[in-house]
């Protein structure tokens, strides 16, 4: 987490090479704490505009959510987090997730969908957004 701007708005860095393998037997519950524990973090932090920064590289296609999850996350965010929510921007998009997002396009609305930004290095972050207070764990920068 890091902030930007005058009023110290949040930066959500959210990095999916540390989410759980699929293959996991209590894959599902711990998902499911997961989602929970990120909701009522965005809760107590967000209280302004806010972004959030989806690191997707050095994520093996095991440890990235599902589908499911993801439509359940964007449906249980509550109105005044997706309308504070200025940018959503996924760094090393992959063809997985750019297919993700083409494939529920229409199931969103259009507003979220324009926030959504594909950055292709971590040199075109740091032009978007103030690095100094983002933290980029180690196996991304590599």
Request: hydrophobic fraction near 45%; avoid cysteine.
């Given at each position: 987490t890091g902030y930007y701007g005058d009023g110290l708005n949040a930066i959500i860095v959210f990095a999916a090479c540390f989410l759980p393998d699929s293959s996991r037997t209590d894959y599902n519950y711990v998902m499911e704490n997961l989602f929970l524990y990120v909701i009522s973090t965005l809760e107590l932090m967000v209280a302004e505009d806010y972004m959030i920064v989806y690191l997707n590289g050095a994520t093996p296609r095991r440890r990235m959510p599902g589908l499911g999850w993801l439509k359940k996350c964007y449906q249980m965010i509550d109105h005044r987090l997706r309308k504070n929510l200025k940018s959503f921007i996924i760094v090393h998009?992959?063809?997985?997730?750019?297919?993700?997002?083409?494939?529920?396009?229409?199931?969103?609305?259009?507003?979220?969908?324009?926030?959504?930004?594909?950055?292709?290095?971590?040199?075109?972050?740091?032009?978007?957004?103030?690095?100094?207070y983002v933290h980029i764990p180690d196996n991304i920068v590599k």
């Open positions: 998009p992959s063809w997985f997730i750019r297919t993700i997002l083409a494939v529920t396009r229409p199931f969103i609305s259009s507003k979220f969908s324009s926030k959504i930004q594909y950055v292709n290095t971590l040199a075109e972050l740091r032009e978007m957004i103030p690095m100094e």
